[in-house]
């Protein structure tokens, strides 16, 4: 299915993907499916730490750091405290 995908939108073994990952078991399970048909020196994960769920997000952050470190895999991350951010708009 995913060579499919890569066709349909003319990617190839030479373009760089940008994998969105949360960390969770669909993007766990997207990241794990790609590896296998992609090369991992052209594969970025991305991941967003929205802070809403506290040390559970950052958990869901480090997590995600260890298995792109340990698979040899390039982590981007950004994180914004989205809660705080929220309160401060209904002022």
């Keep these: 299915m995913l060579h499919k995908f890569l066709q349909k939108y003319h ?3 030479d ?3 940008i ?3 949360s960390g969770g ?3 766990m399970y997207l990241l794990s499916e790609i590896t296998k048909v992609h090369p991992q020196e052209r594969l970025v994960v991305a991941h967003f730490n929205h802070g809403i ?3 559970e997000s950052n958990g869901d952050e480090q997590f995600l750091r260890d ?3 340990n698979n040899n895999l390039i982590f ?3 994180k914004k405290d989205i ?3 929220a309160l401060g708009m209904k002022k």
Excluded: H, K, V, Y
Aim: with cysteine; net charge negative.
């Design 76 to 78: 981007q991350s950004a």
């Design 15 to 17: 373009n760089t993907l």
């Design 25 to 27: 078991p669909d993007s």
């Design 11 to 13: 990617l190839t073994l």
């Design 83 to 85: 809660p705080s951010i």
């Design 53 to 55: 769920r506290g040390a």
């Design 19 to 21: 994998i969105a990952c």
């Design 67 to 69: 298995f792109c470190e």
